[in-house]
């Protein structure tokens, strides 16, 4: 008789660790350098993601953050992230970083940048360990094109987990 045993992927193990995404509404401010009236920061913590998800996009282009200003301070172990972009070829770069002291100073803990070419590529998931405790701000500062070509930073999704 054949033996086995079903088991996770390690990548799976990993994601699950981190339970559910935080309800960023009930427990954080969310301060935002600009927003389109059609794709409000909101957007970022609604249940439409994915692939045509509802997504924030700035109302101004250039180079843009969104910060998470927690109401006590938080463990993070993880932040997700997704992005989409459908009509112009662009590397959108971010920078991920963490503050414990009330905003005041800021550690950087992740840079990540997203090549987008349509009509092929044109969309990220990511998920990152990150883990943290005592955690009162986060930050995601996103620069829309690498190349400075006028553009929008746009961002489909952010959890913290």
Same mark, same amino acid.
């Given at each position: ?39 409000? +920061? ?23 953050? +969104? ?62 360990? +990150? ?8 930050? +995601? ?21």
């Amino acid at each position: 008789m054949l033996r086995k045993q079903i088991i996770q992927e390690p990548h799976r193990a990993e994601a699950d660790s981190a339970g559910p995404a935080k309800d960023i509404a009930s427990i954080a401010t969310v301060l935002v350098t600009s927003e389109s009236p059609e794709h409000p +920061v909101d957007n970022l913590f609604d249940a439409r993601t994915g692939r045509g998800g509802s997504r924030w996009v700035a109302g101004t282009d250039g180079e843009q953050s +969104v910060i998470l200003a927690f109401d006590t301070p938080q463990t993070i172990r993880e932040v997700g992230l997704e992005t989409e972009e459908l009509e112009a070829s662009r590397t959108q770069a971010l920078v991920l970083s963490l503050s414990r002291d009330g905003g005041r100073t800021y550690r950087e803990v992740l840079r990540q940048e997203f090549t987008f070419s349509p009509p092929a590529t044109t969309y990220e998931r990511e998920r990152w360990a +990150v883990p943290a405790e005592g955690v009162t701000h986060l930050r +995601v500062v996103v620069q829309p094109d690498k190349g400075n070509a006028p553009s929008r930073a746009t961002l489909t999704s952010l959890s913290v987990h």
